[in-house]
């Protein structure tokens, strides 16, 4: 019944439910880190940007409104320097430069400034628009606020406001400001890897969580499979995987009770057998006793009583017989076989067996000298083996029937080898597989043989007790060929038998 | 002819035994019980008792002890149902000097009643043998068929005996247990060796011989019983 179902041996499970699990977690925790890194910093980009650029714009604009009446119209080069500078000084860093321009001219705050942030569209966009306009420029690993915005006349006040001609740009690195922006990227890049391990670390403990289950129920079903069916999970918590083990011991238990069912099934069957044989025991203890008596007084009957005395008397000795071997079967099956071992010469046994029933004509018996195959063995299925092969040589057979018997050495161990061989057609190969069952009838139609229908399964039963092995098969040269091998042990092997 | 006392509790049983044997010329009286068998000991006197193991009341193993109590001699022959196993040896070590196995036919249990009249009668005296040998401190009488340790008796069951005839027969020669089957108890080569193994025990313990270090049966390991006292 034992399925011979082992684990095979698996590569490493790369695409495993742990595996699976942690790249799961790893990808979705850096996914949201990386976006909410992203959204956070754009936001706070935009933010830190705009303060400082309102600020920038804003107090630019005051001064600008503070200085501009001041300034000559039309302004001399100096003039407009002087404005530049003015317009500079009231920022609080030196990094930060002004270029003011009125028609072609051109001054800096600082002189020779070649003012370079400036590009030609926001130049463009403060000349022909009265707004102030500013850009972001990188040039290098260096941004700047670049603003430009033009000097205004506020009056006539309802004519709105016109253009002076005269425009102001200021230049603001945003050191500062991309410090602030640099370490909110590397914030982000650092909450991202504890981040991505506490989700490898959570993954790991799902897994744990998932896979602990599986796999107590991957042990469970190989213990199952290898016949150990009282295997129970214990089941905790309600999750499905629960669930699972709980379906997988009811069904554990339903498999354990029908096997157990079958098992008790088959015992009753066999222990029927052997009560059967037992009750028989009475009386054909009566009637096997007085065969002997009907086989002499039949000469005395008439013909049909006579025939049907003696039919009564060799029908009682067979029933007889089936009966010994059904009880010597049920022996086997309990496991009450007891071997009682004796040294013994093998060959002269095998010789003995031969004679006591006058088969020593009619088999061919190639035995080794005396006593140079010793061994123990129980005697008396030692004769039942013999017994069982060359009579049912002689009945299926043909003659001549060959027995041999050998030592054959396998490493430290001798065994005994006993070949039986007869002349007749073999064993059709149907039927070879099975000729050691119980009643295993070779030709349907006939309904009885000669023996028992055990003999071969008792010769099997008496040698795998001995620890042996027996095998049928048919010669190469025609006939069917018996081969019974023995573990010989000698004396000293195990313990004696009698006393001492 | 011998008288049979048979005790079988089945009635069938007792009654196709009593017919076969008594069929075979045997005086046979039956009992049904050992309490009974043991009354028709003392009246019928019997040369030999067949007597079946499982009994009700008073066990096949009580009366072989009780019958050993009274005469050592007296062979008896137990019977046992197939299947029983494990009763034969405690039968053969209560005193029972062979046994057979029902269902069994008429002329085996005949063969086996005439093996243990022999064993109790015959004489094996053969020419050039003394009648008397002496053997260490046990003297062997083998036309009287009794044994005396230091000029005490031992009273000796017919199988006892004839084993111990046999083996002081030839001091130091090894008898394997198959031989000792076929000359004492006249079975087959085959047969059950756990019947000399118990009447070596019975022997010895009857003769006193110190447990572990026989004197006069030895056990040969491996090979059988030899007779030398040492």
């Given at each position: 019944m034992k399925a011979p179902i082992r684990g095979r041996i698996r590569p490493p499970q790369l695409r495993g439910l742990r595996v699976r699990l942690v790249v799961a977690f790893g990808l979705v925790a850096v996914l949201t880190a990386a976006a909410t890194g992203t959204l956070t910093f754009r936001e706070a980009r935009t933010g830190i940007l705009q303060q400082s650029q309102d600020a920038v714009i804003k107090q630019l604009r005051a001064r600008v409104d503070r200085l501009a009446p001041a300034l000559a119209f039309p302004p001399s080069e100096s003039e407009l320097r002087r404005f530049a500078v003015d317009v500079a000084a009231?920022?609080?860093?030196?990094?930060r430069r002004v270029l003011a321009v009125y028609r072609d001219l051109s001054v800096t705050s600082v002189p020779g400034d070649p003012f370079e942030e400036l590009t030609p569209a926001l130049r463009e966009a403060v000349r022909s628009r009265p707004f102030t306009a500013f850009q972001r420029v990188r040039d290098g690993g260096r941004a700047s606020l670049v603003v430009g915005m033009p000097v205004t006349?506020?009056?006539?006040?309802?004519?709105?406001p016109h253009t002076s001609g005269v425009q102001v740009f200021l230049t603001v690195p945003l050191a500062n400001e991309q410090s602030y922006v640099d370490a909110l990227v590397t914030a982000v890049e650092r909450a991202t890897v504890p981040a991505l391990a506490l989700a490898v670390l959570l993954a790991l403990l799902a897994a744990r969580g998932v896979l602990r289950p599986v796999r107590a129920l991957r042990h469970a079903t190989r213990s199952i499979a290898e016949g150990r069916l009282d295997t129970r999970l214990t089941v905790d918590g309600s999750d499905e995987l629960a669930d699972l083990s709980r379906t997988f011991n009811e069904t554990a238990a339903a498999l354990e009770t029908s096997v157990a069912e079958l098992h008790d099934m088959e015992a009753r069957a066999r222990r029927f057998a052997a009560d059967v044989s037992h009750e028989l025991r009475t009386p054909l203890a009566a009637m096997s006793v007085i065969t002997d008596v009907l086989d002499e007084g039949a000469a005395r009957l008439d013909s049909e009583t006579a025939t049907a005395v003696q039919l009564i008397s060799t029908e009682t000795v067979k029933l007889t017989r089936l009966v010994d071997d059904l009880m010597e079967i049920a022996r086997f099956d309990a496991g009450a076989a007891v071997l009682h071992l004796d040294e013994i010469d093998l060959a002269e046994s095998v010789r003995r067996t031969l004679a006591s029933r006058a088969w020593s004509q009619e088999v061919d018996a190639r035995l080794p000298e005396p006593d140079v195959l010793r061994g123990r063995v129980d005697p008396r299925r030692l004769d039942v083996i013999v017994a069982n092969l060359v009579g049912n040589a002689l009945r299926h057979g043909a003659r001549p029937v060959e027995l041999r018997l050998s030592a054959e050495r396998t490493g430290q161990e001798t065994q005994a080898v006993i070949e039986v061989w007869d002349s007749g057609p073999g064993i059709p190969d149907t039927v070879l597989p099975h000729v050691f069952e119980r009643f295993y009838k070779s030709d349907t139609a006939r309904t009885r043989t000669e023996g028992s229908g055990l003999g071969l399964a008792i010769t099997a039963e008496n040698v795998h007790v001995h620890g042996g092995t027996i095998r049928a098969a048919n010669h190469a040269a025609g006939g069917a060929l018996f081969t019974v091998a023995l573990p010989l042990r000698r004396h000293g092997d195990r313990s004696a038998g009698g006393p001492r | 002819m011998p008288r049979v006392l048979l005790i079988e509790d089945d009635r069938a049983v007792r009654e196709a035994v009593a017919l076969a044997l008594g069929h075979q010329g045997h005086e046979v009286a039956a009992a049904g019980t050992g309490e009974d068998g043991m009354t028709r000991l003392r009246s019928f006197r019997p040369d030999v008792v067949v007597l079946d193991l499982m009994l009700p009341g008073m066990t096949g193993l009580q009366v072989c002890r009780e019958i050993r109590g009274v005469d050592q001699a007296m062979p008896i022959i137990m019977a046992t149902a197939r299947g029983d196993e494990v009763d034969i040896v405690v039968g053969l070590e209560a005193g029972a000097d062979d046994y057979v196995v029902k269902p069994v036919q008429a002329r085996v249990l005949e063969a086996r009643i005439r093996a243990v009249l022999r064993r109790a009668t015959t004489a094996q005296v053969a020419d050039g043998i003394p009648r008397i040998e002496t053997h260490g401190d046990l003297s062997v009488d083998r036309a009287g068929m009794s044994v005396t340790r230091q000029g005490v008796p031992i009273a000796l069951a017919p199988s006892e005996l004839r084993l111990l005839l046999t083996l002081s027969a030839s001091p130091g020669q090894v008898f394997s247990r198959q031989q000792l089957l076929e000359t004492v108890?006249?079975?087959?080569?085959?047969?059950?060796a756990r019947l000399v193994d118990a009447c070596v025990k019975r022997l010895r313990s009857k003769m006193g011989e110190p447990a572990g270090r026989p004197r006069y049966v030895q056990t040969v390991r491996g090979f059988g019983y030899r007779f030398g006292p040492r």
């Open positions: 009231g920022e609080q860093s030196p990094a006349f506020a009056y006539p006040a309802e004519q709105g | 108890w006249e079975h087959s080569y085959h047969g059950d």
